[in-house]
């Protein structure tokens, strides 16, 4: 796993040094354009010029985040896009990248804003653009990848963590900079209908530079915080245990008890020198000044108490229960490959079928009053020696720590090692594990008679048939039978979409 993170670590080492030197580049090239410099001698001066250090920076990123992504290609792993250290990668990616993009546009609007401007602004303002949207594609590329790997809420223990910070701190910087610039706005118009303090040359240009400053922070910060929040708060929204685990994380109440401290003390001391002002005399100047501070920071105080209220709305409305599962042992009958039925109380061992899943603890979440959501059960079939439905619950349990996980070995050997990637708990049998299980996982052999070298009984297959649970079917592993059409992956690849399509069934 240290090498793992070694290796995300490099490619966002590289990833960020090409985002800077693209940015970099992009206003120089722009420069160059407007200098009308032909083609070769631009890259000339790219090469060689006093921009040359980012040209050779950017290339060495290049093929450092190329290399180091070839690498993770080609040793990749069953539960790779659920590993906390690719959570990092792309999550810290995106935030740099909308940081980058956070900053060029506060330049951008401030520069649009000012009255004032040198001659080699159009050039300037060109290049922003071109760094913006550089900023923009990193972030796009970055959270398309992370589409693809099915996150979005689906991430499991620090790969939350992870996107949860990154989006978190960034909606809290942009936050504070649009209050800020809604409060700088408020103080200047205030200022100016009520005719507080001298009005000269050098006081309206002054008020002007003001006006573009925070003006350039509100208009930047609102998309940027917005785009933030309202991702994590759509996650916070929804139904079951993907919003829960947002509603109730620590860097969600982290973030909205930090914003309802700070906006509550805003709002206490701009309310409080107001009033001050007026009892000592100072009057509307005083006003002007800290009113518009405590006025923004009571919205913003109030907004974030209705978002906390209906948090705890929906945890009264939801009650959260932890209980112990435990599953009472029972004997079920195991066929051999000759198609003899042992009871497993007289042959123990020798060819059983064994459901499995010790005691585990686990939440649910009590819907209104119509039922209780139980946790999802997934029942693991396979054959042989088990090797490959060992691999595909390793991933499962990365993937969906909150489901309950059955392993069905059809021989003493594949029992045993799937067992032993539950941790080797001890198992117990179920005789009714395929009509209680909510999804079905295994080969396609499962659901015919005599499959898989004659470990699938005539009694499994019509009961894995009969079962109301959703049945993924895997490759068959008979050479009779075949999939038409059926694309030629690798096991891993196999695993890797049979837990996505649990994943999205599960959700």
């Known amino acids: 796993m240290r090498g793992r993170t070694l290796i995300y670590t490099i490619a966002l080492l590289g990833l960020l040094t090409m985002l800077a030197s693209a940015t970099m580049l992009g206003g120089e090239l722009v420069l160059l354009g407007a200098a009308r410099i032909s083609i070769t001698d ?73 009255p004032i401007k040198p001659d080699a602004w159009p050039a300037e303002a060109l290049g922003l653009l071109v760094g913006i949207a550089i900023a923009l594609a990193f972030w796009a590329f970055l959270r ?106 620590r860097v969600r109440r982290l973030y909205l008890y930090a914003i309802l401290l700070i906006a509550a003390i805003a709002f206490f001391f701009g309310a409080g020198m107001s009033i001050l002002g007026l009892v000592t005399g100072r009057g509307m100047a005083n006003a002007a000044t800290w009113a518009p501070i405590a006025a923004v920071a009571f919205v913003c105080l109030g907004g974030h108490l209705w978002v ?61 009053p119509a039922a209780v959501r139980p946790r999802p059960i997934i029942l693991v079939i396979d054959g042989g020696d088990g090797a490959f439905g060992a691999r595909l619950l390793v991933a499962l349990a990365a993937a969906l720590p909150e489901a309950v996980l059955w392993p069905m ?24 594990a395929p009509a209680r299980a909510t999804l079905i996982i295994g080969p396609s052999d499962m659901v015919v008679p005599g499959g898989l070298g004659g470990e699938v009984s005539a009694q499994l297959a019509a009961a894995v048939a009969a079962g109301p649970g959703r049945k993924l079917l895997l490759p068959p592993r008979e050479l009779a039978l075949r999939w038409v059409a059926a694309p030629d992956w690798s096991e891993e690849r196999w695993i890797e979409n049979a837990v996505i399509e649990a994943v999205n069934y599960a959700g």
Request: glycine share 12%.
């Open 144 to 249: 398309a990848t992370a589409a693809q790997d099915g996150d979005f809420g689906r991430e499991i223990g620090a790969g939350a963590g992870w996107r949860r910070g990154v989006y978190y701190s960034l909606a809290a910087v942009a936050l504070a900079a649009l209050l800020v610039g809604l409060s700088g706005l408020l103080q200047i118009i205030l200022q100016t209908v009520l005719g507080v303090g001298v009005i000269d040359a050098a006081t309206a240009t002054q008020n002007q530079a003001r006006f573009a400053q925070v003006a350039a922070l509100a208009l930047a910060g609102a998309p940027i915080w917005w785009g933030c929040w309202w991702s994590q708060q759509s996650l916070a929204r929804l139904p079951g245990d993907i919003g829960r685990r947002e509603r109730y994380s």
């Open 409 to 432: 070995g059809l021989n003493p050997s594949a029992q045993a090692a799937m067992a032993k990637a539950l941790g080797g708990v001890a198992t117990t049998a179920l005789p009714d």
């Open 42 to 114: 631009a890259l000339f001066e790219l090469a060689f010029g006093a921009q040359a250090a980012w040209s050779w920076l950017g290339i060495a990123g290049g093929a450092v985040w190329g290399i180091a992504s070839l690498v993770i290609w080609r040793r990749k792993r069953p539960d790779e896009h659920a590993l906390a250290a690719r959570k990092a990668y792309l999550s810290i990616g995106q935030g740099v990248a909308l940081a980058a993009l956070f900053a060029q546009a506060v330049r951008l609007i401030t520069g649009l804003l000012t």
């Open 308 to 368: 906390l209220r209906g948090d705890e709305r929906t945890q009264a409305d939801g009650r959260r229960e932890t209980e112990d599962a435990t599953i009472a042992p029972v004997a079920i009958p195991a066929t051999t490959a000759g198609g003899t039925v042992i009871n497993d109380t007289t042959a123990a061992g020798v060819a059983a079928v064994a459901v499995a899943s010790g005691p585990r603890r686990y939440e649910r979440e009590a819907l209104p």
